[in-house]
């Protein structure tokens, strides 16, 4: 069973090589924040890369965009980066104890596969509700039957009228 009411107060998620990380809730805005970043990010990269072609440099150190894998791999690093980012306020488990910052977050996230472990505990309950929601389909016999209650509408007329002819 699943309930419909979401966290309000910062919550553990437990990562790979013994990291956790506390994060605030996501939010609708906070998710359609981070998407929005990162398309701006890969349209950024997009550009520098255009601009280098253009003036015949070499692509060091970007990833190939024309190759949509690499791209939609791209896109979805920079989407964990930004939810990262946004939603980490605290962990354990990293060596040093480094501050929570961006630069920080994004690496940790970096590490194959901490980042992509994150990315689906943080939207387990989103997706446990739109899976919960989609899992009741319409009625194969329609909401007419017994089983429903009475018509709610009644039947056509037996016999079709022909349209009007134009004049």
């Known amino acids: 069973m699943i309930t419909l009411k979401q966290p309000t107060e910062p ?8 990291v956790t990380v506390t994060v605030k809730p996501l939010t609708t805005a906070s998710m ?5 970043a ?5 349209e950024a990269i997009e550009s520098q890369a255009r601009e280098r072609e253009e003036s015949g440099l070499p692509l060091d150190g970007l990833p190939d965009l024309h190759n949509e894998e690499e791209r939609d791999g791209f896109l979805q690093c920079q989407l964990v980066y930004e ?3 946004r939603h980490v306020t605290a962990w354990t488990g990293i060596e040093d104890d ?16 901490v980042g992509e472990q994150f990315l689906q505990k ?5 997706m446990l509700l739109n899976a919960a929601k989609n899992g009741s389909g319409l009625s194969a ?3 007419s039957s017994q089983a429903e209650g009475p ?12 349209a009007r002819k134009a004049e």
């Open 11 to 18: 919550f553990d998620i437990d990562l790979p090589y013994g």
């Open 141 to 143: 016999i329609g909401t």
């Open 122 to 126: 943080l939207t387990l309950r989103q």
């Open 83 to 85: 939810l990262a980012a």
């Open 151 to 162: 018509d709610t509408a009644k039947p056509a007329g037996k016999k079709a009228r022909p």
């Open 32 to 36: 359609a924040a981070a998407q929005s």
């Open 38 to 42: 990162a398309r701006r990010r890969l």
């Open 98 to 113: 480094p501050p929570v910052t961006r630069e920080n977050v994004i690496a940790v996230m970096d590490l194959y596969p």
